[in-house]
């Protein structure tokens, strides 16, 4: 690890000011860039403890029915409060399908958007990376790279995001607060996350300096509380990332389909929202064959990056499954999954 400056702002402004300085990088619960730093793979000069700063930890319900979350607000407390469980259930059912409950339990919702590709070539040094070091190479092109990107890579790069939580927050048209050097401003989710292009090491849109403050889900988003899912596959059942996973919500009128929501994780540097797919599904009758041709639209443009291909049918597959679950109804009670933000315990709202 290298020698860096420690600070710990009292207020955004202050935290702000100091990470505008370059070589600086904010620290959360230190989850993803402790890690990173330990192994060398983020050497940054100065460290901006944000964990300290006021009004960062809170869920606030706003007049129209949307939430406001603040960044600091810990996975754990987000998943398990009951009013978002109950209004965007496909959150509270992909935060808890994420990391470890020791880790939800620090781990921020800011960190979790920010976190880093879990390409192995980007943590290790010996391997040549352009994320990590700009024009150097990428040896997943030719290395391990089952798990890596089947839409919207570039030669330069194939990583995904590892995020759970961005994919329902992404179906869901979240926006981030965002305080800068030059002020405040609202990025929309879908557009913080890049592409990778020809330099993958601009991987969200966030300029130098900028912290996120919160994040807001719209009021728009609670009317597909009924019928909403979060499905995630992944190598083992639990503490895994997400080989492919979906996000499904509709809105349903006598089985016909009012509006459709999908977004697919783990394809992408980006949680991928998939729009063609649901507009095809807007006004047809829900059905097996209205969710297979959509989940065909949504991966029309995958291409393998490597020995991946099984990936494409993968999520072409949990598209369906998530759909035909979002169909079936958000459940009152899911205690067969593990880490379920819903409970068969009265007064408790998990069963982890
Ligand atoms: C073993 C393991 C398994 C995991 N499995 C999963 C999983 O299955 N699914 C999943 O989604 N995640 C998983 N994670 C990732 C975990 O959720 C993230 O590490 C965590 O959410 C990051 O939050 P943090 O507060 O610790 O961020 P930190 O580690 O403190 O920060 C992460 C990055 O975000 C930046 N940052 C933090 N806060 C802000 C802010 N407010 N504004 C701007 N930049 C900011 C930091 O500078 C840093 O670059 C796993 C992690 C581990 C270690
Ligand atoms: S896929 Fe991206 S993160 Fe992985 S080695 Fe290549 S450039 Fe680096």
């Given at each position: 690890?290298?020698?860096?400056?420690?600070?710990?702002?009292?207020?955004?402004?202050e935290?702000?000011?100091?990470?505008?300085?370059?070589?600086?990088?904010?620290?959360?619960?230190?989850?993803?860039?402790?890690?990173?730093?330990?192994?060398?793979a983020?050497?940054?000069?100065?460290?901006?403890?944000?964990?300290?700063?006021?009004?960062?930890?809170?869920?606030?319900?706003?007049?129209?029915?949307?939430?406001?979350?603040?960044?600091?607000?810990?996975?754990?407390?987000?998943?398990?409060?009951?009013?978002?469980?109950?209004?965007?259930?496909?959150?509270?059912?992909?935060?808890?399908?994420?990391?470890?409950?020791?880790?939800?339990?620090?781990?921020?919702?800011?960190?979790?958007?920010?976190?880093?590709?879990?390409?192995?070539?980007?943590?290790?040094?010996?391997?040549?990376?352009?994320?990590?070091?700009?024009?150097?190479?990428?040896?997943?092109?030719?290395?391990?790279?089952?798990?890596?990107?089947?839409?919207?890579?570039?030669e330069?790069?194939?990583?995904?995001?590892?995020?759970?939580f961005?994919v329902?927050?992404?179906?869901?048209?979240?926006?981030?607060?965002?305080?800068?050097?030059?002020?405040?401003?609202?990025?929309?989710?879908?557009?913080?996350?890049?592409?990778?292009?020809?330099?993958?090491?601009?991987?969200?849109?966030?300029?130098?300096?900028?912290?996120?403050?919160?994040?807001?889900?719209?009021?728009?988003?609670?009317?597909?509380?009924?019928?909403?899912?979060?499905?995630?596959?992944?190598?083992?059942?639990?503490?895994?990332?997400?080989?492919?996973?979906?996000?499904?919500?509709?809105?349903?009128?006598?089985?016909?389909?009012?509006?459709a929501?999908?977004?697919?994780?783990?394809?992408?540097?980006?949680?991928?929202?998939?729009?063609?797919?649901?507009?095809?599904?807007?006004?047809?009758t829900?059905?097996?064959?209205?969710?297979?041709?959509a989940?065909?639209?949504?991966?029309?443009?995958?291409?393998?990056?490597?020995?991946?291909?099984?990936?494409?049918?993968?999520?072409?597959?949990?598209?369906?499954?998530?759909?035909?679950?979002?169909?079936?109804?958000?459940?009152?009670?899911m205690?067969?999954?593990?880490?379920?933000?819903?409970?068969?315990i009265?007064g408790?709202?998990?069963?982890?």
């Amino acid at each position: 690890m290298n020698r860096f400056d420690y600070i710990r702002p009292a207020s955004v402004p202050e935290a702000v000011a100091a990470a505008a300085v370059p070589g600086s990088a904010y620290l959360a619960a230190g989850t993803n860039l402790v890690d990173l730093m330990k192994g060398g793979a983020a050497r940054p000069e100065r460290v901006i403890d944000i964990t300290r700063l006021p009004g960062l930890d809170r869920i606030e319900w706003l007049a129209d029915g949307g939430v406001r979350i603040g960044a600091l607000v810990r996975n754990s407390d987000l998943a398990y409060d009951e009013r978002l469980s109950r209004t965007f259930p496909s959150v509270a059912e992909a935060l808890l399908s994420g990391a470890s409950a020791q880790l939800r339990n620090a781990a921020t919702v800011g960190g979790n958007l920010m976190q880093r590709t879990r390409c192995a070539y980007f943590h290790d040094l010996a391997g040549a990376c352009n994320r990590r070091v700009p024009g150097s190479g990428c040896d997943a092109l030719e290395g391990e790279n089952r798990l890596h990107a089947v839409l919207g890579w570039s030669e330069h790069c194939i990583a995904t995001h590892p995020s759970d939580f961005c994919v329902p927050l992404v179906a869901l048209d979240a926006v981030v607060e965002v305080e800068g050097p030059h002020g405040g401003r609202e990025i929309a989710l879908d557009t913080l996350h890049m592409l990778p292009g020809s330099t993958p090491e601009q991987e969200t849109a966030l300029m130098p300096g900028e912290l996120i403050v919160a994040i807001r889900l719209p009021a728009e988003a609670a009317a597909f509380s009924r019928n909403a899912r979060y499905l995630k596959l992944r190598e083992r059942t639990s503490y895994a990332f997400a080989v492919v996973s979906a996000a499904t919500a509709l809105e349903i009128e006598d089985g016909v389909i009012r509006a459709a929501r999908i977004a697919l994780g783990g394809v992408a540097a980006k949680p991928w929202r998939a729009r063609d797919a649901e507009a095809l599904l807007v006004d047809r009758t829900a059905s097996p064959e209205a969710f297979a041709m959509a989940a065909n639209l949504a991966l029309a443009e995958a291409r393998p990056s490597g020995d991946n291909a099984f990936k494409i049918e993968l999520a072409r597959r949990i598209v369906v499954r998530a759909l035909s679950l979002a169909l079936e109804g958000t459940p009152e009670f899911m205690p067969a999954l593990p880490a379920s933000p819903f409970s068969t315990i009265t007064g408790a709202n998990h069963v982890a």
